[in-house]
Structure formats: structure tokens, C-alpha cells
């Protein structure tokens, strides 16, 4: 029997969005990314069972909430987040997304409501009363690490690729001007609770080693949607790797990573296939199919569970078989979340 436990609470393929994970050590208990979200207008689903999964998803994660001593945060948007129910955090360490540094607007804003909650609820004070003044600090340029994304070959589309990169660049240099004037919320510790920023890099509690990678594009170079960061948790010599939003990971640096990681279990969300042709065009889309069939033949899991963003559409299977077909032919168990349940994923049910 593994020592290194972990249990999808609820996932997109279950009917609501989320990666919401527990990972059980000997040592300590982990909640990763307690959040939910209803599926969108498009999901083949009534409104009734849409709320109805929703709510099941918010009392799953609050029960599996009182089982964590840990909870991580990996970046301030609702599925991955709740703001603002108390008990789940009370009594809680919080790993979180820096929300001072690289971090869009959006997301800066809710990260304010959010600890504006904290400070109130475990505090009694505001959110106001200890933001910091803003200070000197340098923020490197994420997409200039990433050399084999950078470095690939993209054809006819290199040209236009070159000119978004481009514009990408100028938007980060007005995020960095935003974040050196914007004033700066601390990283607390009340009676009640306590919160670290994920730059803390690794927590060793006892026998089991958290690792936190970031800031990672959550999806393509320089999307705006912002960053994130992945969790790799150890244990025993097993290794579980929950990546956030890397979208496939459509970056090809990013699977690099993973595959050098070998975790035994990785916990990898998929292309938005649902948003195919909108915010996803078919040159990233094939990006992160390569990307995924390289993970699988290479990172020797024994287990991937491929879910969020991905089953919002009922042809991800379809869309995604090569990675499927791949997994089976090494061994290498592949499913969603629901599968893994032996459920049926939510968006197959009506067909």
C-alpha cells in the first residue's frame, strides 16, 4: 500500500470546474486548490445539474478541507480558490500565489478580497491597515527561460508567432511597472492561520517534502490570463506532481520539466478544446497533443489523471486519442478524474 495517498475531490469531468486534490502523507495532510466553478453556458448539461454539481463540489471540498493541515493556492482564480468560507481555512498553513508579482489584474483584485477576508475573519483588521509600500524589485522575464519553446520551429506561423511574442513582451514590461507602484500585501500569520507565498520554494514536514514551481504561463507565452505555479509533493520515494493550469502543457519547456520531475502520479489539466479555434488555435493545440504524447512515453508515471479543462466538451476524447492510445500501449493508467471514480465524466452523460 502507497504512503503517499491522494484522492480527486472534484474535478471538471465530475460537472463542475475544479482540481480540487487531498494528498495524505504519514506526515501531514494536503488540499490543493480548493475551488469551484459552474461549467459555462455551452457545457451539454442542464442549469439544474449544473448548480446541483456545483454544490456537490462545495461540500466535497469543505469536508476534505477538515482532513488538511495544509492547503495550497495556486493562483487566484475560482476554481482553483474560495473566497470566502472561514472553515476551511481555519487553523490551516496556506501556500499561495504571490499576489504582489506576477499576477494580472483580475487576479490581483480578488487576491485583495481575499485576504481582505482573512485578515477580518482571523484578524479583526483590514486588509488596509498592513498593506506594505511598494518597493524596489527586479521581476525577470518568465518566457526568456523557456529555450525550447523559443527555439522551435513553427514554420509559416513563425512570422506571426514572432509578433506575438513581441506584444507579449511589452504587456509584461506594464505588468512589471504596475506591480513595482502597487502597494504590497504581506504574507500573514495569525493565531488561526497562517499564509506563505509560494516563492518559499519547498517546506520539509518530517518525512514529506513540498516543492512549489512558479511562475509558470497559465497556458501559452505571455498569456494574460496570468501565472500559476505546480505543487510536487514527496513522500517514501513516490512523487505526486499537481501542474495547475499549463493548458497540455502547451509549453514545451513545461513538459520538459515534468518528464525531468518523474512523478509517479501527475495530476495534468488539458487543452481548452472546448474554446478550439477561439482562444486556442489549432498550432498550440497540436503543441500540447506533442507535448502530452512526450510526457507519457517519457516522465514514466504510473498514473495521469487528465481532467480539467478538458472534458468541457464531448469530443476531448476524440481530440486527445493519440495520447490515449499511447498511454495504453506503455502501461501508463490514464483518466479522468471521474473514470478513476468509476463514474462516467458528466459531459459524455447525455450522449
Known sequence: MSNLEFKPVWFDSLGAKSSCTLVKTPDVSILIDPGVAVMHP?????????????????????????????????HYHYD???????????????????PNQYINDSQRSRAERFF??????FGRISLEEVLEEPKPAEYPDPAKTLHAALTKNFGDYSRRRAEVLKQGEKW?????????????????????????????????????????????????EYSRVGWVFSTIIEYGGEKLLHSSDLNGPVIEDYA?????????????????????GYTLNLINFSRTLENALKIVEEAGC????????????????????AVREKAERLGVKI????????????VLRGK
Open 42 to 74: 455551452s457545457f451539454p448539461a442542464s442549469e439544474a445539474d449544473k448548480w446541483k454539481w456545483y454544490e456537490q463540489a462545495e461540500k466535497a471540498i469543505r469536508k476534505a478541507s477538515k482532513k488538511a493541515e495544509v492547503v495550497v493556492i495556486s
Open 80 to 98: 482553483h480558490f474560495t473566497d470566502f468560507e472561514a472553515e476551511i481555512y481555519r487553523g490551516k498553513l496556506i501556500i499561495a500565489k504571490n
Open 116 to 121: 481582505n477576508n482573512l485578515y477580518q475573519a
Open 172 to 220: 509584461f514590461k506594464g505588468r512589471v511597472e504596475k506591480w513595482r507602484k502597487a502597494k504590497r500585501i504581506p504574507a500573514l500569520k495569525l493565531s488561526e492561520v497562517e499564509v506563505k507565498f509560494d516563492e518559499v520554494g519547498r517546506l520539509k514536514l518530517d518525512g514529506t517534502t513540498l516543492r512549489f514551481k512558479g511562475p509558470l504561463f497559465h497556458g501559452v
Open 256 to 276: 520538459q520539466w515534468i518528464i525531468s520531475e518523474k512523478p509517479d502520479v501527475l495530476i495534468l489539466d488539458g487543452p481548452m478544446t472546448y474554446m478550439l
Open 302 to 321: 504510473r498514473l495521469i489523471i487528465y481532467d480539467h479543462h478538458l472534458p468541457r466538451e464531448p469530443k476531448f476524447q476524440e481530440r486527445t486519442k
Open 335 to 346: 483518466a479522468t478524474a471521474a473514470e478513476l471514480l468509476g463514474k462516467i465524466p458528466a
